[in-house]
Structure formats: C-alpha cells, structure tokens
C-alpha cells in the first residue's frame, strides 16, 4: 500500500490556469514535490523545466512532468484540465466538452489513488466537482471545488475600493454556483464586525442598494470582461487556490466559499455548489451557517435547481 506524501501535490492539466498555479504553489513552499500531468507531454515538460530553472531563487523542491502513475502518493490532486472559456461563452456553456474530459481523467486519478484530497478548478466548477464525485468513488467530504473563493476575494476587494479600507478587513461571501446564479450574501457582510450598512455610513455612503446591486454585477461580469481584454483569467484563480491548499496542508480549519455536495442545508441536497465550509487536512470538515435573507435563500435554491438541471441534462441522474 502506497504511503500519502502530505507534502506532495499533483496537478492535473497545464493550461493557463495549471501552469500558473504550479508557479504560485511553487512560491508558496507549501509542498516539496509537485508532479504536473498534461495530454501534451511536453507542455507539462516545458512548464516543470521553466519553473524549476528558478527554484535556486526559492524553496529547495522536486517539480517535474509525469504521468497518472506518479500521483499515487499526492495528498492533493488539483484537476484543472479542460476546455477554457471563449468570450462571450458562459461557464455553463462549457459544461458538455468538460464532462466528457472528465470522464477519462478521473477514472485514471481514482485508479491509482483513493486516498487523496481531490480539488477541482475546472469550469463549470460546480458540475465537475459533483461529477467527479460520483466518477471517482471518493468519499464527498474528499472532493471539493474551488468554488466562490475567487468571486468571495473579488467582492472583498471591490468593497475594500469602495470603502477605502483594507479588503482584508471586509468578511464576506459570494455562494451558491461559481457563474451567472450566483449570489452576494449581504445579510452576513461586515467590516471587522461591523454591520456592512453601518460601516459605509461611517465612509459617507448612503445609497446602500444601488452600490451593492453594481459591485454584486461587477464581481459575477469579472471574469467575461477579463476574458474579454486578455483572453484567459489564470492569476486569481491560482492564488485562490494556492490559499485552499494552505488551509489543507497546515490543518488550517480555515472558512472558505468552496464547492461541495450539499446534505439539507437550506432544503438543498445532490447538488455540488458553494457554501462557507471548514477546510482542514480531511477536506471538507463542516458546513457553517451564515445568516441569509428570505430572499437569498430563494436565490441560493434557485442557484441549486440551475445547477441541478445541467447535472440531469448532462449527466442523466
């Protein structure tokens, strides 16, 4: 039986978005071997020979290309294979070519380890975390999406411009799908404690709904007006993700808007979407219930039942 290497990473697709993760994780030191496994051999070549000719200027690490045989001992496998998103596409319009990926990739990750902690960034995010839940045979807990961490960090920093004040300060959250049904959770956000409201007062804003109602719009139109001007959005993605493997490696229990399968919270359960959750060295390990509005509730269901007519459409269950 192989031993997990809980400093052992694999990520699964060297895209934009894969390579630049590698690059972040590589700066992080979190782990001290990361394999990186591609269709095109030589572009996970290329991308573990690039990074590494810069390891000197970092941490000591073992960086190279392999294939699905090297992640038998990874702790956490990141799946972020899968088509990009074209302007003028949405994340949903994705969904039929990426199952159809997903179909041969997470049978060959499952088939050479069960142990790990799987991570999936490719999009649609929602509908490939519950798929890759029910290819892999994982326990639901073990595979995750990373969800709403990059809308969440874009709604704080969007209020950190508009109030003037450190976003890490601003504690707030985007839920429900990683796309257009997504939803800003105002009933919950607050500056350092203070009531969200309360604090723009303080700031010498007064025009609550219309302010909230453009940053919510700015942060869903973020990635089509990224997109839009160079092609790819791959920076934020991979910091996010970078700070969910944080929270993995160290145990950290950290709260974070991933996307995971839901059991009954606020009525909604077989559907993969994102929800303030633990994150620790076991994955998921809580739900946290955080305080929505009638009608973010109704938003967040409305949420769950798009997602659940793609998965019935797509997957046929």
Known sequence: MTTINSRKAAIVGCGFVGSALAFALMESGLFSEMVLIDADKNKAEGEALDISHGLPFAKPMQLYAGTYEDISDASVIIVTAGAGQKPGETRLDLVKK???IFKSVIPEIAKYNKDAILL???????????TAAKLSGYPENRVFGSGTVLDTARLKYLLGEHLSVDNRSVHAFIIGEHGDSEIAAWSSANVSGIPLSSFCEMRGHFDHIQAMQR??????????????????TYYGIAMSVRRICEAIVRDEKSILPVSSIQSGNYGISGVALSMPAIVGKNGVEGSVPI?????????????????RGVIDDVLGV
């Open 215 to 232: 940053i919510a719009e700015n942060v869903k139109n973020s990635a089509y007006e990224i997109i839009e001007k160079k092609k790819a």
């Open 98 to 100: 990426n199952v159809g």
């Open 291 to 307: 305080n929505l509005s009638i009608e973010e509730q109704e938003a967040l269901r409305k949420s769950a039942d798009t997602l």
């Open 120 to 130: 999936i960034v490719a999009n649609p995010v929602d509908i490939l975390t519950y």
